[in-house]
């Protein structure tokens, strides 16, 4: 298609735009649209022409929480997009304001989970972001505390994690217990595969609770963390099912 | 407008884009795949790539909708070709192909695009107006269309570039 014709652009732009060319066909075109501009504008025009076809599609309306893993996904692509610059020597860039505006950003986004009835494992699978811990080499061995809020007030949870020693303490702040429920701690991290993995049950939130941590300092400094409401004994499926409350996180430095 | 307010990684405008959008999209995406984790699977990668691309959308290139529908229905033929075998190495001879193209009726001029596309489909003749329609809406690949139609791979090549070079005619491309 080095030296296509006009017809033969035609015939192929139309025919990518259908859909009908395999795979191999596909690709082959679209890296050649790049190559070549009159076969990338009849694609253009094609594409306006029978997208006017698209008015006879029934709309359909997917899952409801959609949306919400979609931000989470864009959290986690701009939570592995800020990680290596602060690993660098720009550190010191990530300022206690940037924590704290991105943490915001967070928690509007997992208010909306908060009381959603989540009922689906697609749901749980969702729950994901809660807080993201900054790194840089002065605050490497620093503690970093976090707090679970359950509405605008009063933190539910305040958790502790001196990554050096891997203790983690979870406080209960306002959180209060349900019959027949517990509350479980949850880490998300690229470096131990896709899913949260569970931290442990946190009991009915009557005390405080202390664990050490098996992650290595360098997972824990760039793991996420969420706290979700399980049936007793813990999830039935090894993933987050119950509603989440979400937290904002504190150098110990403030 | 929302798509340029979510190049700026404005996430309101990014959500109101998404509610204002997502059933069609979803529509668009679940009559290709026709199952409904797959589809919302899909869905959010289209979502993704709206977010990540909106600040390449041109308005004077297409509209909004367009764009979006554009993004998701080459997401969702990705997919279904991904695990089909390719066609048969069997080569078109684009010039056997007969210029049958008809000159547009002034008519068409003044009706709206999709009425003027329906009045160009509909001179291909039955079935090869919905045929393309099918490959369209459907995502049906060629061998699909050849069962679908019940004509031999060869005869639905040939019916889907004469019907391409006739559209183009009374198109005006």
């Known amino acids: 298609m080095k030296n296509a014709t006009d017809k033969e652009r035609q015939i192929l732009a139309a025919e990518f735009v259908l859909g009908t060319l395999d795979k191999n066909e596909r690709h082959a075109v679209k890296v050649q649209r790049k190559q070549d501009a009159k076969l990338n504008k009849a694609i253009i025009d094609w ?19 959609l949306l919400d893993c979609i931000l989470t996904k864009i959290d986690q692509q701009n939570a592995n997009e800020k990680s290596p610059l602060s690993k660098s020597q720009t550190v010191n860039a990530m300022s206690q304001d940037q924590v704290i505006i991105d943490l915001q950003a967070m928690r509007a986004k997992l208010k909306r ?22 790194s840089s080499p002065e605050q490497t061995n620093a503690p970093f505390i976090a707090t679970f809020q359950s509405d605008d007030s009063q933190p539910a949870f305040i958790m502790s994690l001196d990554i050096a020693t891997r203790q983690l303490t979870v406080r209960p702040i306002t959180a209060q217990g349900q019959v027949g429920k517990t509350y479980q701690l949850w880490i998300k991290s690229d470096d131990i595969g896709p899913s949260p993995r569970s931290l442990g049950l946190l009991g009915d939130a009557t005390g405080q609770v202390q664990k050490q941590i098996d992650y290595a300092s360098g997972t824990l400094r760039h793991a996420t963390f969420g706290i979700s409401l399980e049936p007793a004994g813990g999830s039935p499926t090894g993933l987050p099912t119950g509603p989440a409350i979400h937290g904002k996180l504190y150098p110990t430095s403030l | 407008m929302l798509l340029n307010k979510t190049a700026q990684q404005d996430r309101e405008a990014f959500a109101m884009l998404y509610h204002s959008t997502h059933r069609k999209l979803f529509g668009i995406v679940h009559r290709i795949l026709k199952h409904d984790a797959k589809s919302e699977e899909i869905l959010q990668e289209i979502y993704l790539k709206i977010w990540e691309k909106s600040s390449s959308y041109q308005a004077d290139v297409s509209s909004p909708i367009t764009w979006m529908a554009t993004i998701a229905r080459n997401r969702t033929i990705d997919e ?14 684009f010039d056997s192909i007969i210029d049958d193209s008809m000159a547009p009726e002034d008519a068409f001029a003044k009706s709206k695009e999709l009425s003027k596309l329906e009045s160009c489909l509909a001179e291909l003749g039955a079935p090869r107006g919905e045929m393309i329609k099918a490959a369209y809406l459907d995502g049906y690949s060629r061998q699909e269309l050849s069962e679908r139609f019940n004509q031999p791979l060869g005869t639905i090549k040939t019916w889907l570039h004469r019907g391409i070079k006739q559209l183009q005619g009374c198109m005006k491309l």
């Open chain 2, 80 to 93: 279904v070709r991904k695990n089909q075998l390719p066609d048969s190495d069997e080569e078109i001879d």
């Open chain 1, 113 to 134: 989970w908060q009381f959603a009835a989540l009922s689906s494992s697609a749901v749980a699978a969702c729950l994901l972001v809660f807080v993201v811990l900054p």
């Open chain 1, 47 to 65: 594409q306006n022409h029978f997208s006017e076809l698209n008015q006879y599609v029934d709309e359909r309306t997917p899952r409801p929480d």
